[in-house]
């Protein structure tokens, strides 16, 4: 079984099966419905949504000092 890397990161849980007989429309239809979530969301908690990717980035960076510096 391969690896899905996601967004998240999230590499362990329950598979999310997706029917391989899904028409176009039916594609476009879930894509368009995640999209406007996303909007939704966005909408809302902006700014604690920047400020939390914000803080998440400098734990990152704070947890590998030497990475951050070294561009290689």
């Not at 890397?5 to 007989?21: A, D, R, Y």
């Not at 920047?50 to 000092?65: G, I």
Request: hydrophobic share 45%; proline share 6%.
């Amino acid at each position: 079984m391969t690896r899905v890397h996601l967004p998240s990161g999230i590499i362990k849980g329950l598979n999310f099966l997706i029917p391989e007989n899904w028409s176009a429309d039916q594609a476009l239809a879930v894509v368009e419905l995640l999209d406007d979530l996303r909007e939704r969301i966005c909408m809302h908690y902006q700014l604690e949504l920047f400020e939390l990717q914000h803080q998440q980035r400098a734990d990152l960076r704070n947890a590998h000092p030497a990475d951050a510096d070294d561009p290689f």
